[in-house]
């Protein structure tokens, strides 16, 4: 019999400046991550950001902050670069900085301080150009409830200006994409959550952006709907599209990007692949083979069973009732 014996490390975290980020939910590293990298293996992540200069970028960062009239520091020092194609993700709690990054790259938010530059524009002086280039898909759905999926991508094609020779093909073309073909012609109103999450994402496609972002889009979908969703998402990054994805899921973050960044308190503090980040953080594991094998096993249980029978105290008597 194997029983396995979980050593953990003491208290497994990735540390930067005063932030700490607990990733010990984070499913462990598989056989087909390959061998644990060695401490100077870490600065792989750093590396690609380097190489990374001399591909086209989608995003480039350097020193981002926010800080609002009551002089909270919603975004602090953010640096990063995202190359044309990748699925990114930003990973952290609840009031993190993720929203409100991802608005300062949408041009939503204007930056305290720091350089933004977005499909080659800067947020500052050319924010109509970016957002041209750009979707959007915010947490809550922008969609027309009274009209029906086709009209609701109809009217993002009029709204974005695609050319009125090319609106029934594009519409057809997104339906076919998100699955809503077969239920064109009804109400967004009837539609469940997830449906309406893929609508809202196809709305968010119809001029063809080469980078879009999504700001936790499956909260509140069950996991069903969430796991159809992943699909749909991977089918637009495999078109080509640059993605940029906001979760706090660490499954759905291990699961879609090519590489993440924990962010907290508006800090950056761990970015890598996700199998970069499991190694950094992942304990280890003892199997430890007891002799005796699973009859010794089984009748440990059984003994062990009987005796906390034997120790359990009489339920109580019940007094009739008046």
Known sequence: MLTSIVISEPASKVEVHRCTVYCTNMSSPTSDDGPRESPDDYGASEQRASSAATERTAID??????????????????????????FF????PNGAGKTTTIKV????????????VVN???VRSEPRK?????????????????????????????AYGVPRGERSDRVAELLDLVDLGDVADKRAEEFSGGMKKRLDAATA??????????????????????????EYFRRINDRGTTILLTTQYLEEADQLCDRLAVILDGTIVA??????????VGGEVLDVELEGGES???????????????????????LASA
């Open 271 to 280: 970015d890598g692949t996700p199998a970069e980040l499991k190694r950094r």
């Open 120 to 122: 080659g524009f800067d």
């Open 205 to 230: 496609l119809v001029h063809r952006p080469p980078l879009v972002f999504l700001d936790e889009p499956t909260t509140g979908l069950d996991p069903k709907a969430r796991n159809r969703l992943w």
């Open 105 to 116: 790259f949408a041009t939503l938010l204007s930056p305290t301080s720091g350089e933004v």
């Open 61 to 86: 960062v350097d020193d981002l902050e926010l800080v609002y009239a009551d002089g909270t520091a919603a975004v602090d020092g953010v640096t990063m670069r995202i190359p044309e194609g990748e």
């Open 296 to 318: 010794e096993h089984a009748e440990w249980k059984s003994q062990r069973k009987s005796t906390c029978s034997r120790t359990q105290p009489s339920p109580k008597p019940r």
């Open 89 to 92: 993700g930003f990973l952290g």
């Open 130 to 158: 970016i957002r041209e280039t750009i979707g959007y898909m915010a947490q809550e759905t922008s969609i027309d409830p009274e009209l029906t999926a086709e009209e609701n991508i109809r009217f993002a094609c009029e």
